[in-house]
């Protein structure tokens, strides 16, 4: 079994700061890229930020700049620095990460249970 927990959300001002993490556990042999979605009321999820296992990593357009993604391959943890944060970073925030269990399997898709955001003066 494998979970993918986040934490971090919450209320903030416009133009503040809050850092997501995501923590996976479980029966992990190996994690391959690690990513946080975001959805806002009405709107389709859409990608915010990836890291791969070699760290690379990629930002939406909108956040570039302000968002920061890493990882800690020891702690097998993703997280996301929000800085600058403007009203339309209002939204559940999800953590995705592909994991394998198993030497011999692909990674599966695992998604955690999504942790709110709100900027609002």
């Known amino acids: 079994q494998v979970q993918v927990v986040e934490s971090g959300g919450g209320l903030v001002q416009p133009g503040g700061s809050l850092t997501l993490s995501c923590a996976a556990s479980g029966s992990i042999f190996r994690i391959y890229d690690m990513a946080w979605y975001r959805q806002a009321p009405g709107k389709q999820r859409e990608l915010v930020a990836a890291i791969t296992s070699s760290a690379r990593t990629n930002y939406a357009d909108s956040v570039k700049g302000r968002f920061t993604i890493s990882r800690d391959y020891a702690k097998n943890t993703v997280y996301l620095q929000m800085n600058s944060l403007k009203l339309e970073d209002t939204a559940d925030y999800y953590c995705?990460?592909?994991?394998?269990?198993?030497?011999?399997?692909?990674?599966?898709?695992?998604w955690g249970q999504g942790t709110q955001v709100t900027v609002s003066s």
């Open positions: 995705h990460a592909s994991i394998s269990s198993d030497w011999r399997y692909a990674g599966e898709d695992y």
